[in-house]
C-alpha cells in the first residue's frame, strides 16, 4: 500500500513542525488556514486524511469542515479535529459536522499516531 | 531382557547352515531392539514434572512479554517527551523576530503545556515596572494582578520568582498561578511566564510539563532578547544605510 498523504492545517508553526517529526512516515502537505486548506486540496487530490485546528484567521476549523463535506471531491476524506477546545459542545458540534475523530491539545503522541494510523489504515 | 542364539554347528548342511544364520541374524537384530526399548523404557517420559517445567517457561516467557511491552511504551512516551522539548527548542530559535518568539512562546503554553490562561512578564527598561509582552484570557481573570497590560505585583508566588528566579509550581498559598516560569538571560530574571488556568480536559501540570518549563526557562528569554537585539540593530542600520543613501543624494 502506498504511503497515506496527511493534510495538517494549522496556524501553529510549532504544531507544523510535532507533526513532521510525529508522522516522518508520511507526505505531509501544509496549510495555516481553512482557505489555504481549500487550495492544497484543490492541488493534491490525493489526500487521505486531513488533521485539523479549530480556531484559525480566515476560516476556522468548522467553517472547512463543512465547505469540505459540500464538496463532493472532498467528502470522504476523513478529518480528525485537533484542538484545544475541550468541551462537549464543541467535541458534539465537529462530530456533528462530519469529523471522524476528536484530538484534544496538549496530546500524548502515540494517541494521535494511532488514530491516524486507524483512520489511514495503516501502521507507520 | 536377553535372547539366547544356538550355535553354528560344522556338520550342518549348506542350506541348514544359511536358514540357521539367517535366524540368528533375525535373533541378533530383536535382541538390539528389544534392548533399545528397554532403555527407552528406562528414560523419563513427559510426566507431571516436564509439563511443570513447561508451564514455568512459558509462564516466564510471558512475563518478559509483558515487560518488553511497559519497556516499550515507556520507550515511546520517553520519545514523545524527547521530541516535543526539541520542536519547542527549535521553534524558540528558529526566527530573529521577536513577535514570532513571542508566538512561539504562547503557542508551547498553549499547544504543549494546556494553558488556558497565562500572562508572559517582562521587566521594562530602567526595572520599575513588570509588563505584560503577551497574555491570553486576561480580561477573564479576576485577580486584579494584570490590570491595563501591567503586573501590579501582590502575587506571592509571581514576585518570588521575579526576585530569585526560581521555577513554582502550584498550587502555592495565596497565589492565583498555576506555575510561574522564571525568564534569566545571563543569569538575571528578565521576566516570567505566569500560567494561571489549564484548559478544562487538563486537570494538572504532570511531570513530564516540568521539563518543558525548565526548557522555557532556559531558552525563552535568550532566543527573545536575541531577537530584539538583532531587531534593534538591524533597525539602526536601515536608519544609518537611509541618511547614506540622503547624504549621497545631496
Known amino acids: 500500500m502506498p504511503p497515506r498523504k496527511v493534510l495538517i492545517v494549522d496556524d501553529s508553526k510549532l504544531l507544523h513542525r510535532m507533526f513532521e517529526m510525529m508522522l516522518r512516515q508520511y507526505p505531509l502537505v501544509h496549510a495555516y488556514d481553512g482557505k489555504e486548506a481549500l487550495e492544497r486540496l484543490g492541488e493534491n487530490g490525493d489526500v487521505d486524511l486531513v488533521l485539523l485546528d479549530m480556531n484559525m484567521p480566515r476560516m476556522n476549523g468548522l467553517e472547512l469542515l463543512e465547505a469540505m463535506k459540500a464538496d463532493a471531491r472532498f467528502k470522504k476524506i476523513p478529518v480528525v479535529l485537533v484542538t484545544t477546545e475541550g468541551s462537549e459542545e464543541q467535541t458534539q458540534r465537529g462530530l456533528e459536522a462530519g469529523a471522524a475523530a476528536y484530538v484534544k491539545k496538549p496530546f500524548r503522541n502515540e494517541e494521535l499516531i494511532a488514530v491516524v494510523q486507524r483512520l489511514t489504515g495503516s501502521a507507520a | ?250
Open chain 2, 1 to 250: 531382557m536377553t535372547v539366547r542364539v544356538p550355535k553354528q554347528t560344522d556338520e550342518q548342511p549348506q542350506r541348514r547352515a544359511d536358514a540357521l544364520a539367517e535366524l540368528q541374524s533375525t535373533l541378533a537384530r530383536a535382541g538390539e531392539l528389544l534392548l533399545s526399548l528397554e532403555q527407552s523404557a528406562r528414560r523419563p517420559g513427559p510426566g507431571p514434572t516436564s509439563v511443570n517445567e513447561l508451564q514455568d517457561r512459558l509462564n516466564d516467557v510471558v512475563q518478559d512479554r509483558d515487560e518488553l511491552s511497559r519497556r516499550l511504551a515507556e520507550y515511546e512516551q520517553q520519545t514523545g517527551r524527547l521530541m516535543n522539548l526539541y520542536v519547542a527548542t527549535y521553534q524558540l530559535h528558529a526566527t530573529l523576530d521577536p513577535g514570532e518568539v513571542q508566538s512561539t512562546i504562547a503557542e508551547i503554553a498553549t499547544n504543549l503545556l494546556g494553558a488556558e490562561r497565562f500572562a508572559l512578564l517582562f521587566w521594562n527598561a530602567d526595572g520599575t515596572q513588570c509588563e505584560i509582552a503577551l497574555g491570553q484570557g486576561l480580561s477573564q481573570d479576576s485577580s486584579g494582578f494584570y490590570p491595563a497590560g501591567k503586573y501590579a505585583g501582590g502575587d506571592p508566588a509571581v514576585d518570588a520568582t521575579l526576585t530569585d528566579g526560581v521555577l513554582r509550581m502550584g498550587p502555592i498559598d495565596g497565589s492565583e498561578a498555576v506555575a510561574v516560569v522564571p525568564l534569566t538571560v545571563q543569569g538575571a530574571v528578565v521576566g516570567a511566564l505566569v500560567i494561571l488556568k489549564l484548559f478544562e480536559h487538563k486537570a494538572m501540570l504532570r511531570s513530564e510539563d516540568r521539563e518543558l518549563l525548565d526548557l522555557l526557562a532556559a531558552h525563552a528569554a535568550s532566543a527573545l532578547f536575541a531577537a530584539r537585539v538583532y531587531h534593534q540593530t538591524d533597525r539602526k542600520l536601515k536608519t544609518l544605510e537611509s541618511l547614506i543613501q540622503l547624504v549621497k543624494r545631496g
